[in-house]
Nanobody
């Protein structure tokens, strides 16, 4: 059974930091890009960052570049998203996902979705 278990969300003040984790199982980890996506209320789901689980190359959406950092631990099949200098507009449900497309697959190109974790940034 494919599982992508996201955790680490919470409530933080603007300027603060959070670290999200995504534990993957049930598929060959290093054959997929793992990405983080987010969806704010009333908005479409959008890609935030992705990492090639094998080579480690990364990609970021412009809105988070320089503030967020994605990393992968192949020994534990876990992908992390370090989020710094958080802004109220980063408030959303964050999802991790696996895709054979690279980099940062479109929402329709994702093979597996995890459950979301809520990130709320107060001003």
């Amino acid at each position: 059974e494919v599982q992508l278990q996201a955790s680490g969300g919470g409530l933080v003040q603007a300027g603060g930091s959070l670290r999200l984790s995504c534990k993957a199982s049930g598929f060959t980890f290093d054959e997929y890009d793992i990405g983080w996506y987010r969806q704010a209320p009333g908005e479409e789901r959008e890609g935030v960052a992705s990492i090639d689980s094998d080579e480690g190359s990364t990609y970021y959406a412009g809105s988070v570049k320089g503030r967020f950092a994605i990393s992968a631990d192949k020994t534990s099949n876990t992908v992390y998203l370090q989020m710094n200098d958080l802004k109220p507009e980063d408030t959303a449900v964050y999802y991790c996902a696996a895709s054979s497309y690279s980099p940062l697959a479109g929402v329709s190109e994702v093979d597996y979705w995890g459950q979301g974790t809520q990130v709320t940034v107060s001003s």
